[in-house]
């Protein structure tokens, strides 16, 4: 599993910021904020723009309006790198309460550059300044800065002051009261006071306003939602975000805009909400493009690309990470860092999970990697987080000496193994030992890694337990334990399926069967080799229906109403609010004297466990508010549902291209070694237990997995409904529509523009059995993107079928390809028709592939006529023999899904 991604902070600067001095109160300056350089706008000449520069040798730390700001003293002059040729009329000048100070200077030439050194005058006084550059009385650029030394006057103290100094000099004026309470935030913050500093940002955001200092309170608004989200207050955070954006489109601030947008989508993501935060973050790219803020809209895609990764879309994050990362030259070092990071991380989640296999690949995340960690060296965590993401690369590339060094270099770094990385780091080196063949070793490894992990508040969800379990499983199956190992990947299973469900906080969403297919391999191959062939049988089923859980995980908590998600919300953030109080006394310890720390571990401990308990209250709330519908069969009650005549066949492909074939009659379970009848299905349910011309003997339908086959699923009592043409590009599909709507007195007949995607929605849910004329469409990379088109370029999704729930008898799709599968991770089928099934529809008859007009339309009206609405198996098959008599070659593309 690979470590967390390391995503910093979002740079929260207003687009433009206001400078007041004691000079111009009334007409501040407006400085449009630039990584590099910007002109000062209504103080200077709009000529040319200068050569690049940027001030360098000073630290950098960042103020009230969020812009990153140098800090010199006299022990470290101003320094200014210029790109080019420094004119002889150019001059450094100081600029602090109005009074402008020109700075004595040497030019020095360094690669291709020039270094322009001030020395700062006696007069120059501490505290908040300009740096300005000017030729003659034209002034090219600005930079905010900072006079020292410190210690200072309160007025002046530097952000890093501790907070006995802050409040020993409390602020004497409503300027000074301003800065006071900004500055005692960051403080806080640093101490790890993240409620006191959230107050101490409002009161800096209210000062602001008092003072007519919109941009600086919209700003420390945004600052105190950033804090209110790593607290986990997230309504909190929403809510300051609310005021932020207010203010910022008070002063038609898009890049504030921007930065409140990118706070959403990060309160979003918490919630698991991933649809909102994609929208959020795409947002926010706008606004920052709108005027002309790369820097701002680059931290957005980041942001986007992630979420997308998160979504399931591994591909598109990679892409968009990698078009970041061929221009990350003109990026500043800390946006270029989260760009290598968050591309590392994305390659190694999908190498990983099987979805990257080119030889290319793991190159690809080490260079990554390894530029990261070169642009974050001075960064513990982050670096550390690295070196555990390089030994995991390193495993998966057989390279165990690289694997030492880089578990070696992570815990010098971080000696006890405390940060995000160190469970992870410890996973890695028991995978290591079992790769070394030191299968007992590896084994007591795995071990320990689930006993922490149960320790700490760190693995709610149980994603490292299931982790260890495999690997436990694995050195039994090393040392040929068949039914210990067997044992071993069951307990896995369950920890796994347990934590696929509770997604969208530490971990990410388990939404492609692919992410973990190889646990089910192996659990199948395990139950096969210790001889029990039903329970290999059920983990294949429990595979395929894991499908329709991802699905239902994807929309549960759309299916809430306003009320059930604001308490689902409530829920979540007393869970967040305690998390981040428990993880920041994580580190108290270490001050404790010998006689006080058994008491403060018993405290965690107990902690710890109201932690867990509050997780598992959440999700026990949302498991009743929003069920979970799908789940694996066993195969003594698929035996007793079957009739004398019927049989089941289940084909499950290996992540190695091998497939397994399962057969299940009343009679028992057996594995085939020829293949089923129309074999690469998943399932199938055949009527007549013939492995010949099933359509001479009998019928067959299809299923999501084969615990759909048991019981009887209940029928909507609302009115047929007839969707047609809805794009307004399909005149047959017009008449079809039209032909069965007066086939069906009383139906609700929706027809070009009236299928937009509300009344489509809603009519679905309500309808006793659906027939839908138009197009489908389904990416075979994206069978999560399947959708139908709906009038206006509207779509209805599979998500949106999740939301709506269609509980028809019966749902035909009508339509090129409206029955066509994609393949998630090469092994389960996922399309629009086993969306419908997935969502509650009994059974679905849809085509596989493209049929003339004339002759879909036969097909449909010979499947209606042979009672089609009431028993679609029986009818298709009529159907089908009929167009195959009539020499017809579409006789074998439609299908049904469901029972019969």
């Known amino acids: ?529 210790a001889g029990r062939v039903e329970q290999a049988f059920e983990i294949a089923d429990r595979a395929q229906a894991r499908l329709v859980v991802d699905l239902e995980v994807r929309a549960r908590t759309g299916r809430l109403d306003a009320a059930q998600r604001r308490r689902w919300q409530a829920k979540l953030e007393a869970y967040l609010t305690r998390r981040q109080a428990f993880e920041a006394e994580r580190d108290a310890g270490s001050m404790l004297t010998p006689a006080e720390l058994p008491a403060w571990k018993a405290r965690r401990a107990a902690e710890r466990r109201a932690l867990q308990e509050a997780f598992d209250s959440a999700y026990a709330w949302l498991d009743r508010a929003a069920p979970i519908a799908a789940r694996g069969a066993t195969a003594a009650d698929l035996k007793a549902a079957l009739a004398a005549d019927e049989a089941l066949w289940s084909v499950h492909h290996m992540a190695a291209g091998a497939a397994v074939r399962f057969r299940v009659r009343p009679d028992g379970v057996a594995v085939l070694d020829r293949p089923a009848p129309a074999a690469g299905v998943a399932h199938r349910y055949l009527v007549g237990a013939v492995e010949g011309d099933w359509l001479a003997h009998g019928s067959v339908s299809r299923l999501n997995h084969a615990g759909q086959l048991i019981g009887e699923r209940p029928v909507a009592a609302g009115v047929a409904t007839v969707i047609g043409d809805p794009d307004g590009t399909l005149p047959h599909a017009r008449r079809e529509a039209q032909a069965v709507a007066a086939a069906w007195p009383g139906a609700r007949v929706l027809i070009g523009e009236a299928a937009d995607r509300a009344t489509v929605s809603a009519a679905l849910s309500e309808a006793s059995r659906v027939h839908f004329a138009g197009h489908g469409v389904l990416s075979g990379a994206r069978p999560w993107d399947a959708h139908l088109r709906l009038a206006g370029g509207q779509r209805l999704t599979l998500e949106d079928l999740l939301l709506a729930r269609p509980a028809a008898a019966l749902v035909l799709l009508s339509g090129c390809e409206t029955g066509a599968e994609g393949t998630v991770g090469g092994t389960i089928r996922l399309g629009l028709a086993q969306g419908f099934l997935a969502a509650g529809s009994r059974s679905v008859v849809a085509a596989d592939r493209t049929v003339p007009d004339a002759d879909a339309a036969r097909f449909v009206e010979r499947f209606y006529g042979a009672g089609g609405a009431e028993s679609p198996a029986a009818a298709l098959r009529v159907a089908a023999l009929a167009a195959r008599a009539d020499g017809s070659s579409v006789w074998d593309a439609w299908h049904v899904w469901g029972r019969r």
């Open 1 to 529: 599993m690979p470590a967390l991604a390391p995503i910093t902070d979002f740079p929260a600067r207003p687009g433009a910021v206001e400078w007041r001095l004691a000079r111009d109160e009334e007409a501040p300056l407006r400085f449009e904020p630039v990584i590099a350089l910007g002109l000062l706008l209504g103080a200077c000449d709009r000529g040319p723009p200068p050569p690049p520069m940027d001030p360098v040798g000073a630290p950098g730390f960042v103020t009230v309006d969020g812009e990153p700001r140098a800090r010199f003293d006299r022990f470290r002059p101003p320094v200014v790198r210029v790109q080019g040729a420094v004119g002889p009329a150019w001059a450094l000048w100081i600029e602090v309460e109005g009074e402008a100070l020109e700075l004595a200077t040497t030019v020095e030439a360094v690669d291709g550059a020039q270094l322009v050194r001030a020395t700062l005058p006696e007069s120059a006084a501490n505290g908040a300044a300009v740096l300005a550059l000017r030729d003659g009385g034209r002034r090219l650029g600005q930079w905010p800065i900072w006079l020292g030394p410190a210690p200072v006057p309160a007025r002046y103290v530097d952000l890093k002051t501790d907070l006995q100094t802050l409040d020993a000099h409390p602020p004497q004026t409503a300027a000074e009261r301003r800065w006071w309470h900004f500055r005692r935030g960051i403080a806080l913050w640093r101490a790890g006071r993240l409620d006191a500093a959230i107050e101490a940002m409002q009161a800096a955001a209210e000062a602001g306003l008092a003072a007519d200092a919109v941009g600086e309170a919209a700003s420390a608004l945004r600052l105190a939602a950033n804090l209110a989200n790593r607290r986990g207050r997230l309504s909190d955070a929403e809510a300051l975000l609310d005021r932020a954006q207010a203010l910022v489109e008070r002063l038609d601030d898009r890049a504030g805009a921007s930065s409140v947008a990118y706070y959403r989508a990060q309160v979003h993501q918490l919630r698991g909400a991933l649809r909102d935060a994609e929208a959020a973050a795409r947002a926010a790219i706008a606004a920052a493009r709108a005027v002309g803020r790369a820097d701002l809209a680059d931290y957005a895609r980041v942001m986007h690309a992630v979420i997308r990764q998160q979504q399931g879309h591994h591909r598109a994050a990679r892409a968009a990470l990698e078009a970041m990362a061929a221009r990350v030259a003109a990026m500043p070092a800390d946006l270029a860092g989260v760009v290598w990071g968050n591309l590392g991380w994305v390659l190694l989640e999908g190498i990983e999970r099987g979805l990257f296999a080119a030889p290319g690949d793991i190159p690809a995340a080490r260079q990554a990697f390894e530029r990261a960690l070169d642009l974050n060296r001075e960064r513990a965590a982050v670096a550390a987080n690295h070196q555990a993401n390089l030994a995991a690369l390193a495993l998966r590339a057989g390279d165990l000496a690289a694997v030492q060094r880089h578990v070696a270099a992570h815990d010098t770094l971080d000696p006890e193994r405390r940060q995000q990385g160190g469970l992870f780091v410890s996973l890695v080196e028991a995978r290591r030992m079992l790769a070394l063949g030191e299968h007992a070793a590896a084994e007591a490894a795995f071990d320990a890694v689930e006993r922490r992990a149960r320790a700490e508040a760190g693995d709610v969800t149980g994603a490292y337990v299931w982790r260890a379990r495999l690997g436990r499983a694995r050195s039994r199956r090393a040392r040929a334990d068949h039914v210990g190992a067997l044992a071993a990947f069951e307990a896995a299973l369950a920890a796994r399926e347990a934590a696929a469900t509770r997604t969208g906080l530490q971990d990410s969403r388990a939404v492609f069967f692919a992410d973990h297919r190889a646990l089910y391999d192996e659990a199948i191959t395990a139950a096969l080799s």
